[in-house]
């Protein structure tokens, strides 16, 4: 065993028994029996470089030891089935991965995004290789790498102890054989409501804003001064301080791409209708609100962070709660919540890492893309039995 190789192992036994942030370089040191000077040499970077390097070393050992799992089994639905179902259970028993979704999911963050492109890569090679000829074939392969990276990450409302359920999220959302899709044309990506200055928080939540886009420090100080309102009432009505200014700015403009979409399912007539306008105003305007392009330039880690492990489940259980009422005109209440989340799935993962596969400002391309990748499984999604339909929704949580 390398001089490396024994500090990552002690990092791992530090990080199971203490946990990420009580995990130092000193206690690593005396763990693997060698002094601070050579922890530093072999890694210079100090504790930051170490849980780096020990991250790294488990998510491709986690990936490895999936693909033995899944190489030799002989058909895509297969794989899919036992390779969702084996991973997020390994996933939930691996010592140090679990605690990391358990403690701090940001400690896995920058490991994941650099391992991403990899990783996804690496999967859509694989399953592509399952798939039949035609022009399309390593899109789909791209496709289906995507969607199972962001299950592993976060099940949604899908229980993965259940085989059942399991089989039914591959054959709906991921394999779908239904003959039923019917093919939609672009829709027209609505506009956001004005905004709002009618209240003290709607006027700050913009000031805080304006002040973002600029690239000012956003202090309390001077959102103050862009807001016109002295820094006792800031205080007085956010005594959160920044943190709390940010999430009321946050939720003011949830609420105005939410409004957005529900305009837009006013002229829609079909499901398949509803969710094209969906893709088409929420990429519309992710790519095009001057905050948000502003914080995926600057801090693209926070927008990712939202969207894995037990901070996606909680995004995607507020954005079903949201969206699904307005889908139910066309489907049951179970499908309409599956789809709703599976619908931010795609369209953030397609959002933050940009595909050739569709043009996400393109209604056209946004149109073409849900005919080749979501038509067949929204028709088998909205065939689901409705076992939803009486009392309230129980997600099984990991």
């Known amino acids: 065993?390398?001089?490396?190789?024994?500090?990552?192992?002690?990092?791992?036994?530090?990080?199971?028994?203490?946990?990420?942030?009580?995990?130092?370089?000193?206690?690593?040191?005396?763990?693997?029996?060698?002094?601070?000077?050579?922890?530093?040499?072999?890694?210079?970077?100090?504790?930051?470089?170490?849980?780096?390097?020990?991250?790294?070393?488990e998510v491709e050992r986690f990936f490895?030891?999936?693909?033995?799992?899944?190489?030799?089994?002989?058909?895509?639905?297969?794989?899919?089935?036992?390779?969702?179902?084996?991973?997020r259970k390994r996933i939930i028993a691996h010592p140090v991965l679990n605690v990391a979704l358990v403690e701090d999911s940001t400690v896995l963050e920058s490991t994941f995004d650099v391992m991403f492109a990899s990783i996804n890569e690496a999967i859509a090679e694989f399953v592509t290789s399952y798939l039949p000829e035609g022009p399309?074939?390593?899109?789909?392969?791209?496709?289906l790498s995507r969607m199972a990276l962001s299950y592993l990450s976060a099940p949604g409302a899908w229980d993965f102890d259940d085989h059942s359920q399991v089989d039914a999220l591959v054959r709906s959302e991921?394999?779908?054989?239904?003959?039923?899709?019917?093919?939609?044309?672009?829709?027209r990506p609505r506009d956001l409501p004005p905004v709002e200055e009618t209240t003290l928080q709607q006027r700050v939540a913009?000031?805080?804003?304006?002040?973002?886009?600029?690239?000012?420090?956003?202090?309390?100080?001077?959102?103050?001064?862009?807001?016109?309102?002295?820094?006792?009432?800031?205080y007085r009505a956010f005594p959160g301080g920044r943190w709390?200014?940010?999430?009321?700015?946050?939720?003011?403009?949830?609420?105005?791409?939410?409004?957005?979409?529900?305009?837009?399912?006013?002229?829609?007539?079909?499901?398949d209708d509803a969710v094209v306008s969906v893709?088409?105003?929420?990429?519309?305007?992710?790519?095009?609100?001057?905050?948000?392009?502003?914080?995926?330039?600057?801090?693209?880690?926070?927008?990712?962070?939202?969207?894995?492990?037990?901070?996606?489940?909680?995004?995607?259980?507020v954005f079903t709660a949201q969206v699904a009422p307005l889908l139910a005109r066309w489907v049951g209440r179970e499908?309409?919540?599956?789809?709703?989340?599976?619908?931010?799935?795609?369209?953030?993962?397609?959002?933050?890492d940009p595909s050739p596969a569709v043009s996400v400002t393109d209604p056209a391309s946004v149109a073409a893309f849900y005919n080749r990748h979501l038509a067949a499984g929204v028709a088998a999604l909205s065939q689901l039995p409705d076992h939803r339909r009486h009392g309230p929704v129980v997600r099984k949580r990991h």
Do not use: C
């Open 206 to 234: 913009r000031a805080l804003q304006e002040e973002f886009v600029d690239g000012v420090s956003l202090s309390m100080e001077s959102v103050a001064r862009r807001g016109d309102v002295s820094r006792a009432t800031l």
């Open 335 to 352: 499908a309409s919540e599956r789809i709703a989340e599976w619908t931010l799935r795609v369209m953030f993962s397609y959002w933050l």
């Open 279 to 317: 893709l088409t105003t929420t990429w519309h305007h992710a790519t095009s609100h001057p905050a948000l392009t502003r914080l995926l330039e600057v801090r693209p880690d926070l927008i990712h962070d939202q969207m894995r492990f037990a901070k996606a489940q909680r995004n995607f259980e």
């Open 64 to 87: 490895e030891d999936l693909y033995e799992h899944v190489r030799t089994l002989r058909n895509l639905e297969t794989v899919l089935v036992e390779g969702l179902t084996y991973a």
């Open 136 to 143: 399309h074939r390593d899109e789909r392969g791209d496709f």
């Open 1 to 57: 065993m390398t001089t490396a190789e024994a500090i990552l192992d002690a990092a791992g036994r530090n990080i199971i028994a203490h946990g990420f942030h009580a995990t130092t370089v000193d206690a690593v040191a005396r763990d693997a029996g060698v002094s601070r000077a050579t922890v530093y040499r072999v890694y210079p970077g100090g504790r930051a470089d170490i849980l780096d390097s020990f991250l790294s070393r």
């Open 174 to 187: 991921l394999i779908p054989t239904s003959s039923t899709a019917r093919v939609v044309g672009p829709a």
């Open 244 to 271: 709390s200014l940010v999430a009321t700015a946050v939720e003011i403009e949830t609420a105005r791409i939410l409004a957005a979409v529900a305009s837009g399912l006013v002229d829609a007539t079909t499901i």
